[in-house]
T-cell receptor
Framework: EAGVAQSPRYKIIEKRQSVAFWCNPI?????LYWYQQILGQGPKLLIQ????????DSQLPKDRFSAERLKGVDSTLKIQPAKLEDSAVYLC?????????FGPGTRLTVL | EDQVTQSPEALRLQEGESSSLNCSYT??????LFWYRQDPGKGPEFLFT???AGEEKEKERLKATLTKKESFLHITAPKPEDSATYLC?????????????FGKGTSLLVTP
């Protein structure tokens, strides 16, 4: 069974630029999550989708971050404009029940 | 507010030297407690889910236990390949979804 796919794996941008990340969940998983993991910390939830509807986006900085999940499968997370403090690994996870399975993440460096 | 605290932050063991990692939690209604392993440059890899106090689960050299206030991840006779960061996370009934609240992790190094 294929796991959660993410791209790109690495991205370096300058502050105030925009960036987008892509996630393809495990086939058949209705729930998709985006987490932010800052170096030395555990992952922190940004947004949760159930099919193509948002369940929880309470910790998403909506002035600069946006996410969508069209057709209830793939998802994109966008940051516009980026700040230095957005440097982190962005993890996508999917689940069919309680257990969540993570992708390899996208490491973002903002200069 | 839900809180998850892991200790120690870092642990260095000799190969074969057994030890335990601790995860203390405060949550309003625990739905589940999760253990993940994370290798450098990779996403967290699922290990165990525990749902109620007294529950135990084992996988190879790892054994996870749960009480009403904390969970332990016991590592028996570790090998260098067990070196990784171990993350603990809780899932609460109060969450609108199934979001996980993670601790900062314990970085484990096992030397030959």
């Amino acid at each position: 069974e294929a796991g959660v796919a993410q791209s790109p794996r690495y991205k370096i941008i300058e502050k105030r630029q925009s960036v987008a990340f892509w996630c393809n969940p495990i086939s058949g998983h209705a729930t998709l999550y985006w987490y932010q993991q800052i170096l030395g910390q555990g992952p922190k939830l940004l947004i949760q989708f159930q099919n193509n509807g948002v369940v929880d986006d309470s910790q998403l900085p909506k002035d600069r971050f946006s996410a969508e999940r069209l057709k209830g499968v793939d998802s994109t997370l966008k940051i516009q404009p980026a700040k230095l403090e957005d440097s982190a690994v962005y993890l996508c996870a999917s689940s069919a029940g309680f257990e969540q399975f993570f992708g390899p993440g996208t490491r973002l460096t903002v200069l | 507010e839900d809180q998850v605290t892991q200790s120690p932050e870092a642990l260095r063991l000799q190969e074969g030297e057994s030890s335990s990692l601790n995860c203390s939690y405060t949550v309003s209604g625990l739905r589940g407690l999760f253990w993940y392993r994370q290798d450098p440059g990779k996403g967290p890899e699922f290990l165990f889910t525990l749902y109620s106090a007294g529950e135990e689960k084992e996988k190879e050299r790892l054994k996870a236990t749960l009480t009403k206030k904390e969970s332990f991840l016991h590592i028996t006779a570790p090998k260098p390949e067990d070196s990784a960061t171990y993350l603990c996370a809780v899932q609460a009934y109060s969450n609108s979804g199934y979001a996980l609240n993670f601790g900062k992790g314990t970085s484990l190094l096992v030397t030959p």
